[in-house]
């Protein structure tokens, strides 16, 4: 990821900190629906997301729905990135397309989980 990515990730986490804030005091499902759109011609790959694999989820938080589960090693299509619950100290969701043969799973994984921390383009 080059700096400038970084480097604008890290300004709308910045911006956002503080109406961060005011949405955690509500309930998490609140927050689950999210735009998107496929901005983003990069691929990554799920790790560090032990023997169950990464949850996907309706939205950018950890109380959203959960779609399914990605294991480690697999790839997934990027198309956006958004702030959501913070994971391990990373606070950024990227929207993704995983398929495993059986059709097209789409849905938000914390960039925690990818190898290169995720989409490099804002939803």
């Known amino acids: 990821m080059s700096t400038r990515t970084l480097a604008a990730k890290a300004a709308l986490i910045l911006a956002t900190a503080t109406s961060a804030v005011a949405v955690a005091a509500g309930p998490a499902s609140a927050n689950c629906a999210h735009p998107h759109s496929d901005k983003d011609p990069g691929f990554e790959s799920v790790t560090g997301a032990g023997s169950t694999g990464v949850a996907m989820r309706a939205g950018p938080h950890i109380g ?3 779609i399914r589960r990605i294991p480690n090693g697999h790839m997934m299509d990027m198309h956006c990135y958004t702030v ?9 969701w ?3 397309r995983y398929n495993n043969g059986g059709g097209d799973w789409f849905g ?16």
Request: proline letters at 0%; one cysteine or more; a negative charge.
């Open 94 to 96: 990227s929207f993704v």
């Open 108 to 123: 938000w994984v914390s960039d925690y989980y990818l190898t290169n921390r995720g989409s490099t383009r804002l939803c």
């Open 64 to 66: 959203c729905d959960l």
């Open 84 to 92: 959501g619950e913070t994971v391990f100290g990373v606070s950024t």
